[in-house]
């Protein structure tokens, strides 16, 4: 058996100088650090891995002479590798820098076997071939052992002052400059509107959104209760008293992971800077022609990540998202849980137009706003996927941790959102989303009425979402959503009560988008939106469009110009039609 073992060693050896290799010492360009290196790597395409038997490599003919000779170094050492595929590639040439390798481990194994005594001892023979071995590839052995000790010594320096074993951080900074406006024209504000007798009364008030509906909405009920019947007509801004403003946006991602399959997600971001919407607020369903910025000064950002959100580029950072998702019984059923969640994480995504630091800016363009109204907050989902389908369901308690008792908060109360969607993939290119969205209370106003009504209500909401990849990086994609609103009773100015009533609400979007546009990753963008609107009372239909040409430098910049131009702003059809430009750069760590 030994005679075996010394045979197979030696023609290894003799196998070094007759039979070339893609590591062969003859490369002058390359140091023993450098040839090793590329050893350790897998022999440039290959990886190897430990056997504990012979019979394990498939391309070994027991009835070979060299079958007893590794089956000796396998049982005996135990320092024969082979590859993933379960073959040991016998007759593949051998170079000096991997026999060295080999000859390293079963030296070592040989060692650690003496020290214990749990093997037969070698033979002076075997010593005597051992050290002809060692003496013949010192060189290489030097190189492996002071490698092995370098990397030892860095190995424990990381573990020394690694932040987590299981925690991996990435980020992103967002910059942005917008400017624009009207050119001249005015916009009438959504804020503040006044009565026949000249007083001036919040819409909050009022018992609506005005970006809804527009400036053509009669008082509801008893007009006696407001002390006129006649439309409230807002105060105009002008047109060109916007500000070119700076914004920005930093994010940073703690990812971690327990069994490999899961993510915790916990999320620190801060925001600064106004869009257009701090001087005509309510465009773009109230969501913002930069999602990614602040609205008026001291509100919460539109991404409600940030309040207050500073104009001086301070920013205050908050824990934005904080969620924990992982496989249950399957792969196939993903579930998501935390104390702040985000619905479009799990509903309503698009390949096309879902992200604001790579497609589009505007809020409105991410999101169908009827279906993720309440985007945020407590809550729990999943994702279901089975054949050509997938099923996803989120619920939301937008005041998940208030324990006042009073209708409005906790789990179970007012300001909550539960929503499903079924998706269909026709072909891998093109997916169809059935969508349902719903709130209800028992005490408390919808999402569409005044912070002062009262009584049951109940919002109910259906979407559609498309997209389409036509062949190459072209694609086309587009939401629909419509619903109804069913409102109790709300408090007039004067103490009164009046009807606030049922009203239909649609949106929709569609676009297109050309990737790989003038180079690899870059991307170009087209779509129109209409925001929300009741279509018993808007006097007008606010459209927005955007087109965006995302340019990337590298794999961690990109610079992106983006033009708007947003016409019967608020849907009111006498406002002025608003152009802005937004030269937005993002850059990814």
């Given at each position: 058996?030994?005679?075996f073992v010394?045979m197979?060693?030696l023609?290894?050896?003799?196998?070094?100088s007759?039979v070339p290799?893609?590591?062969?010492?003859?490369n002058a360009?390359?140091?023993?650090s450098t040839?090793?290196?590329?050893?350790?790597?897998?022999?440039?395409?290959?990886?190897?891995?430990?056997?504990s038997s012979?019979?394990e490599?498939?391309?070994v003919?027991?009835n070979?002479?060299?079958?007893?000779a590794l089956?000796?170094?396998?049982e005996r050492?135990?320092?024969?590798?082979?590859?993933?595929?379960?073959?040991?590639?016998?007759?593949?040439?051998?170079?000096?820098?991997e026999f060295?390798?080999?000859?390293?481990?079963?030296?070592?194994?040989?060692g650690?076997q003496?020290?214990?005594?749990v093997a037969?001892?070698?033979?002076?023979?075997?010593?005597a071939?051992?050290?002809?071995?060692?003496?013949?590839f010192?060189?290489?052995?030097?190189?492996?052992?002071?490698?092995?000790d370098s990397?030892?010594?860095?190995?424990k320096?990381?573990?020394?002052?690694?932040?987590?074993t299981?925690?991996?951080?990435d980020?992103s900074?967002?910059m942005?400059?917008?400017?624009?406006?009207t050119?001249g024209g005015?916009i009438?504000s959504p804020?503040?509107?006044t009565?026949?007798?000249?007083?001036?009364v919040?819409t909050?008030?009022?018992?609506?959104?005005?970006?809804v509906?527009?400036?053509?909405?009669?008082v509801f009920?008893d007009p006696s209760?407001l002390?006129?019947?006649?439309?409230f007509?807002?105060?105009s801004?002008?047109?060109?008293g916007?500000?070119?403003?700076?914004i920005g946006?930093?994010?940073?991602?703690?990812?971690?992971?327990?069994?490999?399959?899961?993510?915790?997600?916990v999320?620190?971001?801060?925001?600064?800077?106004?869009?257009?919407?701090?001087t005509f607020?309510g465009?773009?369903?109230?969501l913002g022609?930069?999602f990614?910025?602040?609205?008026?000064?001291?509100?919460?950002?539109?991404d409600?990540s940030?309040?207050p959100?500073?104009?001086?580029?301070n920013?205050t950072v908050s824990f934005d998202k904080?969620?924990y998702?992982t496989?249950?019984?399957?792969?196939?059923?993903?579930?998501?849980?935390?104390?702040?969640?985000?619905i479009?994480?799990?509903?309503?995504?698009n390949s096309?137009?879902?992200?604001?630091?790579v497609?589009?800016?505007?809020?409105?363009?991410l999101?169908n706003?009827l279906?993720t109204?309440i985007?945020?907050g407590?809550g729990?989902g999943f994702?279901?996927n089975f054949?050509?389908?997938s099923?996803?369901?989120?619920y939301i308690?937008?005041?998940?941790g208030n324990?006042?008792?009073?209708?409005?908060?906790?789990l179970?109360?007012?300001?909550?959102?539960?929503?499903?969607?079924l998706e269909w993939?026709?072909?891998?290119?093109?997916?169809?989303?059935?969508?349902?969205s719903?709130f209800?209370?028992?005490?408390?106003?919808?999402?569409?009425?005044p912070?002062n009504?009262?009584?049951?209500?109940?919002?109910n909401?259906f979407?559609?979402?498309a997209?389409w990849a036509?062949?190459g990086?072209?694609?086309?994609?587009?939401?629909y959503?419509?619903?109804?609103?069913n409102n109790?009773?709300?408090?007039?100015?004067?103490?009164?009560?009046y009807?606030?009533?049922?009203?239909?609400?649609?949106?929709?979007?569609?676009g297109?988008?050309?990737g790989?546009?003038f180079?690899?990753?870059?991307q170009?963008g087209l779509?129109v939106?209409?925001p929300?609107?009741?279509?018993?009372f808007a006097?007008?239909?606010e459209?927005?469009?955007?087109l965006?040409?995302n340019?990337?430098?590298?794999?961690?910049?990109?610079?992106?110009?983006?033009?708007?131009?947003?016409?019967?702003?608020?849907?009111?059809?006498?406002?002025?039609?608003i152009?802005?430009g937004?030269?937005?750069?993002?850059?990814?760590?």
């Open positions: 058996m030994k005679k010394l197979g060693a023609a290894a050896t003799l196998s070094l007759l290799s893609a590591f062969a010492e003859g360009a390359s140091s023993d040839v090793i290196d590329q050893y350790s790597k897998g022999l440039g395409a290959d990886s190897v891995s430990q056997v012979v019979s490599l498939t391309d003919d027991p070979s002479w060299a079958f007893q089956k000796s170094l396998v050492y135990g320092c024969i590798e082979g590859y993933p595929n379960k073959k040991y590639l016998g007759n593949r040439p051998l170079s000096r820098y060295a390798a080999g000859l390293n481990a079963c030296l070592d194994k040989i650690e003496i020290a214990a005594a037969p001892l070698a033979t002076k023979e075997d010593l071939a051992l050290q002809r071995l060692q003496e013949e010192k060189n290489e052995l030097a190189v492996l052992r002071g490698r092995v990397l030892e010594a860095r190995t320096e990381l573990e020394a002052n690694q932040f987590s299981t925690t991996k951080l980020g900074v967002v942005a400059v917008q400017g624009g406006g050119g005015v009438t804020n503040l509107v009565n026949a007798a000249g007083q001036t919040s909050s008030v009022l018992g609506y959104n005005p970006a509906f527009g400036n053509n909405l009669a009920g209760n002390g006129t019947d006649q439309l007509v807002g105060p801004v002008d047109g060109t916007a500000n070119t403003t700076f946006r930093t994010t940073l991602n703690f990812r971690s992971s327990f069994t490999g399959n899961d993510e915790l997600l999320r620190m971001r801060g925001v600064t800077g106004q869009d257009i919407s701090g607020p465009i773009a369903s109230n022609t930069a990614y910025a602040g609205g008026q000064t001291g509100t919460t950002s539109f409600q940030t309040t959100v500073n104009t001086n580029g920013a904080v969620r998702t496989p249950l019984f399957s792969e196939n059923l993903r579930i998501f849980v935390g104390p702040r969640i985000d479009y994480e799990i509903i309503d995504t096309f137009a879902n992200n604001e630091e497609d589009f800016s505007n809020g409105l363009m999101n706003p279906i109204f985007a945020n407590p729990a994702d279901w054949g050509i389908l099923l996803r369901g989120v308690a937008g005041q998940g324990s006042n008792g009073q209708g409005f908060g906790g179970t109360g007012s300001n909550s959102l539960y929503a499903a969607e993939r026709i072909v891998p290119e093109a997916k169809l989303k059935l969508q349902y719903g209800s209370t028992q005490q408390a106003a919808t999402q569409f009425a912070p009504a009262f009584g049951p209500s109940q919002t909401t979407g559609v979402n997209e036509l062949g990086a072209f694609g086309l994609f587009g939401r959503g419509t619903g109804t609103a109790p009773v709300a408090t007039a100015p004067n103490g009164g009560q009807q606030i009533g049922n009203f239909t609400l649609t949106t929709w979007q569609a297109i988008s050309v790989d546009l180079g690899i990753g870059n170009l779509s939106a209409q929300i609107r009741a279509t018993n006097s007008g239909t459209l927005d469009y955007e965006y040409y340019f990337r430098l590298n794999d961690r910049i990109t610079v992106t110009p983006d033009i708007q131009v947003i016409t019967s702003p608020n849907n009111i059809s006498g406002n002025s039609t152009t802005l937004t030269l937005r750069a993002v850059f990814n760590f």
